[in-house]
């Protein structure tokens, strides 16, 4: 609009250059810079060549920055001085407007909050949940949220805990279950961990058992092999050894008594005495 034209330039900064008359001079000087074979002979050559071109540049750069420099000082100004008078007025204004609105906003916000976190409270009551916080429920609150909406929002989190409870009470090792579920609000996950934990328990109780049996079969076969060697032994040493048998003795005793008899009675007892190996007098 006409009346808002504050800003009119009045004059474009002209440069004068002779960027194109220069150009073909040095694209023809580049080119030839870069057909050149680079060997032990050209080596030294070559590098002279390169330090003069990076020279050539580095004025050429001198020259565009100073340019730069000239072109940018009045804008440079303007801008300060725009900056002053316009811009930051308006920012310094929005800045104030935005603190207020915010300052009404949040508290819309935090009376949804507060209404909303007592009905959590009730309800995670009234539905036997004491382990969960309002925090974890995480739930957002918009300025356009109605209290229907975000009451929804929290009887929503709460059944669901309370359906994943009752899936738990059904579950071997609930207790572990419900350990592992009170720190995630994961119940599929829950499950499998502990579940997994208890195979591997298995697995592993099954492992020493049968590492068990095993050595307690290597320790008999050993046992019977070495009873095995043993008798074998044994019987080499019999073959081998012909060991008498010792004869146990018997206590000599001695016995006195007087026999009367006919002479040939007793003649015949003395021959049973000495038959029999006894020790008379």
């Given at each position: 609009m006409e009346e808002n034209q504050l800003i009119i330039i009045k004059q474009l900064p002209e440069i004068e250059a002779n960027l194109k008359a220069?150009?073909?001079?040095?694209?023809?000087?580049?080119?030839?810079?870069?057909?050149l074979v680079c060997n032990e002979e050209t080596r030294?050559?070559?590098?002279?060549?390169?330090?003069?071109?990076?020279?050539?540049?580095?004025?050429?750069?001198?020259q565009r920055k100073n340019v730069k420099e000239k072109i940018l000082a009045p804008y440079n100004?303007?801008?300060?001085?725009?900056?002053?008078?316009?811009?930051?007025?308006?920012?310094?204004?929005d800045k104030?407007?935005?603190?207020?609105?915010?300052?009404?906003?949040?508290?819309?916000?935090?009376?949804?909050?507060?209404?909303?976190?007592?009905?959590?409270?009730e309800y995670k009551k009234y539905k036997n949940i004491e382990f969960i916080d309002f925090?974890?429920?995480?739930?957002?609150?918009?300025?356009?949220?109605?209290?229907?909406a975000l009451h929804k929002q929290a009887k929503d989190f709460i059944d669901k805990i309370y359906s994943d409870i009752n899936l738990i009470d059904t579950q071997d090792h609930k207790e572990e279950i419900m350990v592992e579920y009170k720190q995630t609000l994961n119940v599929g996950n829950a499950i499998t961990i502990v579940k997994t934990r208890y195979e591997e328990i298995e697995k592993e109780k099954k492992r020493k058992?049968?590492?068990?049996?095993?050595?307690?079969?290597?320790?008999?076969?050993?046992?019977?092999?070495n009873?095995?060697?043993?008798?074998?032994?044994?019987?080499?040493?019999?073959?081998?050894?012909?060991?008498?048998k010792?004869?146990?003795?018997?206590?000599?005793?001695?016995l006195k008594f007087t026999v009367r008899a006919t002479k040939s009675k007793l003649k015949a007892l003395k021959q049973y005495l000495i038959d029999g190996g006894y020790d008379y007098e």
């Open positions: 220069v150009s073909d001079e040095i694209q023809e000087k580049v080119e030839q810079a870069k057909q030294q050559l070559i590098k002279k060549i390169r330090a003069d071109l990076n020279k050539e540049l580095s004025e050429f750069e001198k100004n303007f801008e300060k001085v725009y900056k002053e008078c316009i811009s930051d007025k308006y920012i310094e204004a104030e407007l935005k603190n207020k609105i915010d300052q009404v906003e949040n508290e819309i916000k935090k009376q949804k909050e507060d209404d909303l976190r007592v009905y959590f409270e925090e974890r429920a995480n739930m957002k609150i918009g300025l356009s949220d109605s209290k229907t058992l049968e590492e068990e049996q095993k050595k307690a079969e290597i320790r008999l076969k050993q046992q019977e092999e009873t095995k060697i043993a008798l074998e032994n044994l019987r080499q040493q019999n073959e081998i050894l012909d060991i008498p010792v004869e146990e003795k018997e206590e000599i005793l001695t």
